[in-house]
């Protein structure tokens, strides 16, 4: 069974930097679209930033231009810099994982990834 642990999370200014680490325990299937959604209290849920195991990228539109997803295959890892943050992103941020880009792009619909990691705080102060 697929494990997806996070860490990296924590409280920052607005304007500052965090890096949030997902380290996958196995991955046997050939392809992958891991990547990160947050959720806060009485929002929606919303993508964040999703890398395939060709490489490609997917941003979601409030977090273009300040945060970028990196991967580490070797380690089965992947990475989110976060920079220039703002209150607007403090949630609850989650690591996820699938076969499929379809978690993706249904997220608002109610999508489950296959693989879900429990979860990590990210709290941006004014």
């Known amino acids: 069974q697929v494990q997806l642990v996070e860490s990296g999370g924590g409280s920052v200014q607005s304007g500052g930097s965090l890096r949030l680490s997902c380290a996958a325990s196995?991955?046997?299937?050939?392809?992958?679209?891991m990547g990160w959604f947050r959720q806060a209290p009485g929002k929606e849920r919303e993508g964040v930033a999703v890398?395939?195991?060709?490489?490609?990228?997917t941003y979601g539109d409030s977090v273009k231009g300040r945060f970028t997803i990196s991967q580490d295959n070797s380690n089965k890892t992947i990475y989110l810099q976060m920079d220039n943050l703002k209150p607007d992103d403090t949630a609850m941020y989650y690591c996820?994982?699938?076969?499929?880009?379809?978690?993706?792009?249904?997220?608002?619909?109610?999508?489950?990834?296959?693989?879900r990691g429990q979860g990590t705080q990210v709290t941006v102060s004014s």
């Open positions: 890398i395939g195991s060709d490489g490609t990228t």
């Open positions: 196995e991955w046997p299937y050939s392809a992958y679209y």
């Open positions: 996820a994982a699938d076969i499929s880009f379809s978690w993706w792009l249904h997220l608002q619909q109610g999508a489950v990834p296959r693989f």
